[in-house]
């Protein structure tokens, strides 16, 4: 089992026990990595609560892992994700996502009633556990945000408002998250905090996984909001990838570890964009498409359900992808300029936030064209002041020591505000 690379620092106080909870997504857990190994060598005892396909993972960075058998898939790229989202998935997803994140309360509970952590840091997805720990115990927390945050000022994502239907506020769906909320809120003495206050509660600090650089209004914000950017840490255990021998520069296709709708279209577009070219092209399919649905491939063309993405972006020279905030800060991190092709409201922003800055190029779903791809691939690759620009914010992500500054900020909450 492989241990995480960790920074050198002097601990500003040994032995504080931290717990961690999260949702069960690659790009949720995997940026935590990272900090959980900087956190246990500066002396600290980190409990994570966290989904047991992920706890082997988790366990290799030193941590307590706290197990749960999850309710939602183990590989999230074997369920299409919709290419509308309407007000009855918004409505589902709201109860499924409640009932993940309570289902290890009872356990946690059992572990930790006695042995109480003096700081809850969750996820802001996947909060409600975490929340009402530390509420009922009365400690201080940490919110994780993956993505763009927003403030009393600036909400990046407000202009999808209209965008997506919202569902019926008397949804059955809804109505079973109101009551699963209360009930759980009150089994936990919390009587008098409204399931609005306790769902909008304000922290006092999040740890966002998102450099100041790249989020939207930055200016606006003060210290409760502390952008660490991307925290790269080992993944060696995802295996490894070597490129083949030979001059021919690389490009990844990938969609991260979600599946979408019309997603063999889309790898069949970008086979027909760049199989041609004097590049080598690997695909990461997942598990919604198979290399036999996109028929012989030539010898420049690898495709498998998953490759080990950060072994593959140190190589390459252009990703496409569809402006997931985990894949996009890993590009950008390896200095690779990407081109995105956007599937929800969430990537959309990512992507006008990749095009704003200048340091990639875009293509709407509705116009994914095999021309539109080689178009865009080749000429970000010929895009002198885009490769500039990347480049000198890879430098600076580097320079940022991500893992370290999440695990200052962590440390700061222990000793107050």
């Not at 959980?36 to 941590?63: I, P, Q």
């Not at 894949?327 to 990537?347: D, I, N, W």
Request: some cysteine; charged content about 20%.
């Amino acid at each position: 089992m492989n241990t995480m690379r960790t920074t050198q620092h002097t601990p500003k106080s040994t032995g504080r026990h931290i717990a961690f909870f999260n949702y069960p997504a690659h790009g949720h857990v995997n940026p935590t990595l990272p900090v959980v190994a900087e956190l246990v060598a500066r002396g600290h005892r980190v409990t994570y609560v966290v989904a047991s396909h992920f706890a082997d993972v988790v366990a290799a960075t030193g941590a307590e892992v706290i197990a749960y058998e999850s309710l939602v898939p183990k590989q999230w790229n074997t369920e299409a994700i919709p290419s509308k989202i309407t007000g009855d998935h918004l409505a589902e997803a709201a109860i499924a996502h409640l009932r993940e994140a309570l289902e290890p309360l009872p356990e946690v509970e059992r572990r930790l009633g006695d042995d109480r952590p003096e700081l809850m840091v969750y996820d802001a997805f996947g909060y409600a556990a975490g929340r009402l720990l530390a509420r009922t115990w009365k400690v201080p927390s940490v919110t994780l945000a993956t993505t763009f945050v927003a403030n009393e000022t600036v909400n990046p994502y407000a202009k999808l408002a209209g965008t997506v239907e919202p569902p019926d506020p008397g949804h059955p769906a809804l109505a079973r998250y109101a009551e699963l909320l209360r009930t759980t809120l009150d089994a936990h003495g919390l009587t008098g905090v409204s399931n609005e206050e306790f769902a909008g509660a304000p922290e006092e600090r999040t740890v966002v996984f998102v450099p100041p650089e790249f989020q939207p209004g930055i200016e606006s914000f003060d210290e409760r909001h502390v952008f660490v950017g991307p925290c790269i840490g080992d993944r060696a255990h995802q295996g490894e990838w070597r490129p083949p021998t030979g001059e021919r520069p690389v490009v990844l296709v990938a969609l991260g570890s979600f599946g979408y709708e019309n997603q063999a279209g889309f790898y069949r577009d970008a086979l027909d964009a760049l199989a041609d070219l004097p590049w080598h092209v690997v695909m990461s399919l997942g598990g919604l498409v198979t290399p036999e649905d996109l028929g012989p491939l030539p010898p420049n063309v690898e495709a498998r359900p998953w490759v080990p993405q950060l072994a593959v972006l140190e190589k390459a020279s252009a990703f496409v992808s569809h402006a997931g905030m985990g894949s996009t800060m890993e590009a950008l991190y390896h200095g690779v300029p990407p081109v995105v092709v956007p599937r929800t409201g969430e990537q959309e922003l990512v992507a006008e936030r990749v095009t704003e800055l200048g340091l990639g190029r875009s293509v709407a779903p509705g116009e994914v064209t095999a021309d539109r791809l080689r178009s865009a691939v080749l000429g970000l690759a010929v895009d002198g002041r885009a490769q500039r620009r990347v480049g000198r914010l890879a430098r600076s992500l580097v320079e940022r020591r991500g893992p370290a500054l999440a695990a200052d900020a962590i440390e700061a909450r222990l000793e107050g505000p």
